[in-house]
């Protein structure tokens, strides 16, 4: 993944503030590795901030504090050297419900952003090391910025999901393409990157969507094969349980930190670990 230079010196200012003011001196290493030394890290900082009655106690975090979220998450196997995986050259992105990989991995998408962005969200991901791609809607992003790019500049990566969210299935390819072009036009010019995912509203598209998103330069157009709500993942495939390539869908709504938590164990529980989608699609 390149990034140009508009796009990473903004980004690692944000990152150093967050830094600072999270006192976090972890470099960005393995994710795995840096997953339990985030534990370890958020477990003495809640131990030491707690008044000590007794040396030998060991404080839990508070419930659903920032680092009972971190405590929670299991420690994944290693993540696989990423394969991308071959892009059709037909004109039209291709549409996949799952990435079609046999890698042990899953993908953690949050879409949409008008309606909540939780604040502790920012800093779970960082601790954490969760991998998320963000499908926006632009005007959304447009008025959250700072909030997206905080995000972005702990390892989120910003998509395309319209401007309006209406239905694009059985639009005209000048209506589609103007919501999606308008959409990756503004995104890259907030963030300085021009967005090479696309997510249709309610997952609804026609092949006329699947020429259009190409033509704004999405390499992929992806649907999803969980939801995640209030903490319960919800399974759209027979299987009933996450497999290799997964799409796991959230939103910006209020329990997004509990959805990130419960995608997260589902990942675990199935043998995989979680992965940037944009690793994989390039
Ligand atoms: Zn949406």
């Known amino acids: 993944m390149s990034a140009t230079p508009t796009r990473r ?10 830094l600072a003011l999270t006192g976090c001196a972890v470099g960005r290493g393995h994710p795995a590795h840096a997953r339990q030394v985030a534990a370890a890290e958020a477990t003495a900082s809640a131990s030491a901030a707690t008044p000590s009655v007794s040396p030998s106690v060991t404080a839990k975090p508070a419930f659903k504090s ?15 050297v990423p394969q991308p995986v071959p892009l059709p ?11 079609p990989t046999d890698q042990k991995v899953a993908f953690i998408t949050i879409d949409d952003g008008g309606l909540a962005r939780p604040p502790g969200v920012i800093d779970f991901i960082w601790e954490a090391r969760i991998p998320v791609t963000m499908f926006l809607n632009s005007p959304a992003a447009a008025e ?3 909030y997206f790019r ?37 995104l890259e010019g907030l963030f300085g990157k021009r967005p090479t995912l696309f ?7 026609d092949s006329t969507t699947l020429k259009a998103a190409h033509d704004c330069g999405a390499k992929a157009v992806f649907h999803w ?8 993942v919800r399974y759209q495939t027979p ?44």
Not at 89 to 99: E, K, V, Y
Request: charged letters at 20%; hydrophobic letters at 40%.
């Open 199 to 205: 997510r249709p509203p309610f997952g609804e598209h």
């Open 66 to 80: 920032l680092a009972w979220y971190v405590s929670q998450v299991p420690t994944f196997p290693e993540a696989p």
């Open 9 to 18: 010196i903004p980004a690692v200012v944000t990152l150093l503030a967050l």
């Open 239 to 282: 299987e009933k349980v996450v497999q290799p390539g997964d799409v796991l869908l959230m939103h910006f709504r209020p329990a997004l930190m509990d959805d990130l938590l419960a995608a997260l164990k589902a990942i675990h529980r199935a043998g995989l670990t979680p992965a940037l989608l944009e690793q994989y699609v390039r």
């Open 150 to 186: 905080q995000i972005e500049a702990v390892g989120g990566v910003v998509e395309n999901h319209t401007i309006a969210h209406n239905s694009l299935a059985g639009r005209s390819y000048d209506y589609q393409r103007q919501e999606i072009c308008g959409a990756a036009d503004r």
């Open 225 to 232: 094969t969980e939801t995640v709500h209030e903490g319960k």
């Open 144 to 146: 959250h910025t700072d």
């Open 89 to 99: 050259t037909t004109g039209s992105a291709p549409f996949w419900h799952r990435l």
